[in-house]
């Protein structure tokens, strides 16, 4: 049977300052709505206890299995408000499948497609004033995740899962907007390798990422590349974000799919429309002596990281220990033309050609 989202309102919602002051500049990730969704599952009912209730904190048992063995798994997309004040999902049964598969990866139960989709359609109508409508690339960032909540030191499957939603009106990802970033190339840190997590969304690879995000700034850098870790023979992804490079005769070049780098929808979002606008794609292996050869050679001019927190975000250069590749025309006009198009659909401003729009409200 199909979960049902009751929702408890909250009776201390953010007053009008506040909201004002938090939707006037957002930032990332920093403020959250009123509500969120929950619901439970136990291996012996299944899922259950299905409601919108006042966004707070969970009462955690020091126990708790996620907090000592990671057993989690996330989601990031994002709810648009269009011009005539409709709210709108982009591809949300493609997060839906997504999750499922990091859940299947990590152990934890499937949550049904239109349960995942009940709990973020009545979060999102609930907080529908948090869905912001200054325009530019404002919106609802919504975070689905689910975690091990069995109160339990023994390492095996969680016996209770505890799945949630919550919302947060966000800006930009990166604080310089759609200015050219600086990518870092560790040769140090790796994110993830053949059978580990690398294609699944769990809070662990990011964990495990952040040394080398940090080895990234103090080089100036604002995230880091990824080289495949036992070979160093293939370029992977960045700490959260899938990467293209753009060639002058118009191809469209990102490391194809092997298991280890996160399946990212905004990445095939862009495989589909860098095609309509007549890019060539090319989802392929791609060597590190290749990849920056492209660069120095002036056949790669322009490169970009893409998710759906950072949408489209022109690449400057890639810094190694020993070189820096810096692109030709970053925030050149093919990356700005796959960006503008990609938002034109979130945003209803273009035709939904791949039915890739859900709306909510
Ligand atoms: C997203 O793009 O939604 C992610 O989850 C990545 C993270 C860097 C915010």
């Given amino acids: 049977m199909s979960l049902s989202f009751p929702v408890t309102a909250n009776p201390r919602v953010a007053g009008d300052a506040d909201y004002d002051a938090i939707m006037a500049a957002p930032g990332f990730g920093e403020h959250f709505s009123d509500h969120m969704a929950v619901a439970i599952w136990t291996k012996d009912a299944g899922w259950s206890e ?18 000592h063995y990671a057993q989690e798994v996330f989601e990031g997309m994002k709810a648009y408000r269009h011009a005539d004040d409709s709210i709108w999902l982009f591809r949300p049964e493609a997060n839906a499948a997504r999750l499922n598969a990091s859940a299947a990866r990590m152990m934890l139960p499937a949550i049904p497609a239109e349960d995942f989709l009940a709990a973020i359609t009545e979060l999102v109508r609930t907080d529908a004033r948090w869905v912001p409508s200054g325009g530019g690339e404002q919106s609802l960032y919504l975070r689905p995740f689910m975690f091990a909540s069995e109160v339990f030191l023994g390492v095996r499957a969680s016996a209770h899962v505890t799945f949630s939603v919550i919302a947060s009106p966000v ?7 759609i200015e050219p970033v600086d990518i870092w190339v560790t040769d140090k840190w790796a994110r993830a390798g053949i059978g580990g997590t690398g294609a699944a969304k769990c809070g662990g690879n990011y964990a495990a990422s952040l040394i080398a995000q940090y080895e990234g700034y103090e080089h100036g850098c604002s995230q880091v590349l990824f080289i495949e870790a036992a070979g160093k023979d293939r370029i992977e992804e960045l700490g959260g974000m899938n990467v293209f490079l753009v060639t002058s005769d118009g191809r469209l070049i990102t490391p194809e799919l092997t298991g280890t780098i996160l399946e990212g929808v905004t990445r095939s979002s862009i495989l589909t429309v860098a095609a309509d606008l007549g890019l060539r794609p090319e989802e392929r292996r791609i060597s590190p002596e290749e990849f920056f050869s492209l660069i120095a050679d002036g056949v790669a001019v322009e490169a970009f990281s893409c998710g759906t927190a950072a949408v489209l975000t022109p690449i400057g250069s890639f810094r190694t220990a020993t070189d820096t590749y810096t692109l030709a025309s970053p925030a050149g006009e093919r990356t700005l033309a796959i960006r503008d198009r990609i938002l034109d659909i979130q945003y209803g401003r273009v035709p939904d050609v791949h039915g890739w729009l859900h709306r909510v409200a």
């Fill in 171 to 177: 800006g930009s990802y990166f604080p310089s907007g």
């Fill in 50 to 67: 299905g409601r919108i209730q006042p966004y707070g904190p969970f009462l955690i048992d020091p126990a708790t299995a996620v907090l």
